[in-house]
């Protein structure tokens, strides 16, 4: 732990160094030329905008920042990202994430899209088939998108935007490294016609974990290709996934620590478990432009996935026959998403947008159910017969329509106010109850005052008000049938600074945000089966602040630090047949203070590494408040060396080996996810 603290101790005194070396630079020197300002995001107000320039919460990752960094997975990729923190794995397997956003850990809490289309449809967050490859941006946005993306965006969004199919680089890479882990891809053109242009991406990857029996395998393949006429543009996209996982086991709490008589990496799912996944995906849009100066764009998609789950959780901690269950299920799911839109200048001043969308999407799982006996040592594995007839079923179908508006007018050139509104329209079955159906505006409004502007440099104050509501959740747990719950609804609002200095050098984002959710859906246990509740009222708020430092020399410094404060307001559950009040109690697994700095080296030749730092605050296992987990930190690092074609690299996560909790399980009662353990990854990349 000590060498961990002089780790984190030696990484923000570099901070300060550089920091201050690059002031007293500034302060001997004349001013350098501007420095290239981070891309532009979309998941705002689809209009390519710089985060500068919105009022509210954003932030872009660069790709180049990415593979900087080595980061192949979300909790890579935002590792440093304010206010956000990713656990890996969690119920969906390894290979998935549970993101936390303004101090709320739900896996269906946000929106994960992936080039313009929600990845996941109306149900929960497809991060387990998720890749990195080729990836142009990341943009983030922090709190509800009750506008643009309505009932599906809860908390936040995180969009993944692929490099376009244009784009000429091309990049072959292999990589291996702890616990036999390793796979290879490849990013090229390829040439179908001079109008069409076109590009592939194929990835496959193994990996292995410390945990017994834990481990998945992805083959990915993406191809795009693209028309630009002019201000025209048509674009087709195909995307294919395959997942076979290899579950782990979360680990049991007794009382208000984890259990000792379980070993940390034990596995006590049946012999031969797994969760598979087969996804297609098929998209397509076009812009164009209309009247004089107005742009219309479209697109639509077509997803299905077809899931095969067989595995098992502890019932009981104690080796006594029959001390787990389990259960063996097959889902399907198709949704087709489509979204029309038009945005024109009405004025020299403002700016109008009016579109419609819908997403809709039906599921069906059929399975069955089981008990086993799992020694506590998880070895060796039991032996379970899978269920030859599948007697349960969940089904579920939902519609979601909306329609919106919305317009940003600058009365002077410092000052913007937008607002926007929608009319959504969602409708659900659950097998063959009867429909219900929810009418009813989201909406939000902001305001942005460049309090000093000076060329690049600014500083500006921002402030936004949001109001939206999302249908309950579903996760086809064999529990499910027994009606639809009320929509969660959520109203929030945030206040800030946006300071960008040393000619673009610098940037620096602080904010204060309150977030009050009623009907927030809990896990609970229906006739021994996870099941879903509506409880109570919640309320979140903090601050977060972050800052960029764009060095000379390739170097690229960033810090972040959040508090957030998590508590129930009104909210009773019952424990062992009691309801209890737990009203003023922190939200479980949210941890008050959040903390990243990290710093990356990354010249087009020569030697490239990087190294960053994350610290996640105590917070509390359980609702009642009796578990307190310690607060931990962990430490990534690399190296590695760059030619013009060629670059090998070295790259470690979780250096410390931390393996504290960092999810709790909806299957497994008063069962956690641990922190995966360290591992060495060494890899190759050609450019050709």
């Not at 509800?144 to 993944?160: D, L, R």
């Not at 998880?378 to 909306?402: I, N, Q, Y």
């Not at 508590?567 to 949210?590: H, I, Y």
């Not at 931990?632 to 690092?637: M, W």
Request: charged residues 20%; negative net charge.
């Amino acid at each position: 732990m000590q060498s961990s603290y002089r780790l984190q101790l030696g990484l923000v005194a570099a901070l300060c160094v550089v920091g201050g070396a690059r002031r007293a630079a500034g302060q001997a020197q004349p001013a350098r030329p501007p420095v290239g300002i981070p891309p532009v995001e979309v998941v705002a107000t689809r209009v390519p905008e710089a985060p500068h320039d919105v009022p509210a919460s954003i932030e872009v990752i660069n790709g180049d920042d990415l593979r900087a960094r080595g980061a192949t997975s979300l909790r890579d990729a935002l590792a440093l990202a304010a206010g956000v923190a990713i656990a890996p794995g969690g119920d969906n397997g390894p290979a998935s994430a549970v993101p936390e956003i303004w101090g709320l850990r739900e896996f269906d809490a946000f929106l994960l899209v992936v080039d313009d289309i929600p990845w996941g449809g109306a149900f929960n967050p497809a991060v387990a088939t998720l890749t990195l490859r080729d990836v142009e941006r990341i943009e983030i946005l922090r709190g509800p998108a009750p506008v643009t993306y309505g009932a599906t965006s809860f908390v936040g969004v995180i969009h993944v935007v692929h490099k376009a199919a244009a784009a000429s680089a091309r990049y072959a890479d292999a990589h291996g490294g702890s616990f036999g882990s390793g796979g290879a891809a490849v990013d090229l053109a390829v040439p179908l016609s001079e109008d069409w242009k076109s590009r592939a991406s194929g990835d496959f990857d193994r990996q292995e974990f410390k945990d017994d029996r834990t481990s998945f395998t992805r083959g990915h393949a993406l191809l795009r290709t693209a028309r630009v006429d002019g201000a025209s543009k048509t674009w087709i996209k195909a995307d294919i996934t395959g997942l076979r996982q290899d579950p782990a086991s979360p680990h049991p709490r007794e009382g208000q620590t984890l259990s000792v008589k379980t070993p940390l990496d034990a596995n006590h799912n049946p012999r031969g478990a797994y969760m598979n996944d087969d996804r297609l995906s098929i998209a397509g849009g076009m812009e164009r432009p209309v009247m004089t100066s107005a742009v219309w764009g479209a697109t639509a998609s077509f997803t299905h996935s077809a899931q095969r789950i067989f595995r098992g959780f502890l019932t009981d901690v104690s080796n006594t026959p029959n001390n787990a269950s389990g259960f063996k299920e097959r889902i399907d799911v198709n949704d087709v998403y489509a979204d029309s839109h038009i945005i024109w200048p009405v004025l020299s001043r403002v700016r109008f947008m009016a579109g419609a969308d819908v997403l809709f999407a039906t599921g069906e799982a059929q399975g069955a159910t089981f008990t086993y006996t799992a020694p506590l040592s998880g070895s060796p594995a039991p032996a379970v017969s899978e269920p030859s007839t599948l007697d349960k079923d969940a089904e579920d179908e939902r519609r979601f329509l909306g329609a919106y508006a919305s317009a940003e007018w600058r009365p002077a050139d410092r000052l913007m106010l937008s607002g926007g509104v929608r009319l959504n329209a969602t409708t659900e079955k659950r097998g063959q109850g009867n429909e219900v159906t929810h009418t009813r505006p989201s909406g939000s409004a902001g305001v942005m005052y460049g309090l000093w502007e000076r060329d690049l440099n600014h500083v500006r104050l921002f402030a936004n008000f949001r109001n939206t509501f999302k249908p309950a959740a579903f996760d086809f747990s064999l529990a499910e049938n027994e009606g639809v719950l009320e929509p969660e609804t959520s109203s929030s609002h945030e206040s800030g600074v946006k300071i960008r200095t040393m000619d673009g050098r610098v940037d620096v984002e602080a904010s204060t945000f309150q977030m009050d959710l009623e009907n927030l859906v809990t896990a609970t246990v229906v006739n021994g089966l996870p099941a879903l509740i509506n409880a109570g009222k919640t309320r979140f708020k903090g601050v977060e602040v972050a800052t960029d430092v764009r060095l000379p020399s390739a170097l690229f410094a960033r810090a972040s630090y959040s508090f957030h404060d998590g508590k129930f307001v009104d909210f009773v559950q019952a424990f062992d047949g009691l309801p209890t009040q737990l009203g003023g109690n922190r939200f479980e697994m949210s941890a008050r203070h959040l903390a990243s700095a990290g710093l990356s080296f990354a010249p087009e030749r020569g030697i490239v590494a990087h190294a960053s730092v994350t610290y996640s605050g105590d917070r509390y296992l359980n609702k009642r408040n009796t578990a307190l987990a310690p607060s931990f930190s962990t430490f990534d690092a690399g190296v590695g060396y760059r030619t013009g074609d060629i670059e090998v690299r070295l790259d470690g996560r979780n250096l410390g080996d931390r393996r504290d909790p960092i999810s709790e399980s909806e299957f497994g009662d008063a069962q956690y996810y641990r922190m995966p353990a360290r591992t060495i990854q060494a890899g190759v990349v050609v450019r050709y």
